[in-house]
């Protein structure tokens, strides 16, 4: 017979997947970083992240809530899955990264287990830089989750990962040595956003 803390415990696990898997599916973004630690064998529910803990608590209130009433003539043209992906970004970084993204078309990530500094660039491949003391380039990471997203949500991905999930990231991502450091073309030519 099980013991009744265990039986406890697994309906806790059980419940809180089910959450999660709910949440996790009202957005594209959510849904990919899901399965993404779901393929790398996480477990979700010993291993907890703030962010899908979030995610969690807004899923136990919402079924209180009821749609939200919506008056025809007070609709707002709908805007591009890329300008919202770009928001979801903003929101997500911290006001000096939004201001280095803004500037430099990149902003840095402080790995959460290594300490490492990483610098995401707007571009969809071979775009993290895992830096030295110095700013230097060391190399180039290359992940991203599965689906079709944009950029923004990529970029968010990516951050995601390297805070919450660096050695699992960094575990199934492609490195590249062989560039000089900070040589990007189009570093050079960063343009303000």
Not at 133 to 139: L, M, P, Q, T
Request: aromatic share 8%.
């Amino acid at each position: 017979m099980a013991h009744p803390d265990t039986n406890t415990d697994q309906e806790n696990r059980r419940q809180y997947l089910a959450l999660l898997a709910a949440a996790c599916a009202r957005n594209a973004y959510d849904l990919s970083l899901f399965h993404w630690a779901e393929r790398l064998g996480l477990d979700l529910y010993a291993q907890r992240s703030t962010y899908f803990d979030g995610l969690v608590k807004a899923e136990r209130i919402r079924p209180g809530m009821g749609p939200p009433i919506e008056n025809a003539s007070a609709r707002q043209p709908q805007r591009s899955a890329n300008e919202r992906g770009t928001d979801l970004l903003m929101e997500n970084l911290r006001a000096s990264q939004r201001d280095q993204y803004r500037i430099q078309q990149n902003f840095d990530v402080i790995g959460g287990e290594s300490g490492r500094r990483y610098r995401i660039w707007r571009r969809l491949h071979q775009n993290i830089e895992e830096l030295d003391a110095a700013g230097r380039r060391i190399c180039i990471w290359c992940f991203q989750p599965s689906g079709a997203l944009v950029l923004g949500d990529v970029l968010l991905a990516q951050k995601n990962a390297l805070e919450l999930f660096e050695s699992d990231a960094i575990m199934i991502a492609n490195r590249y040595s062989d560039f000089a450091a900070n040589s990007w073309p189009d570093a050079a030519r960063a343009r303000p956003i």
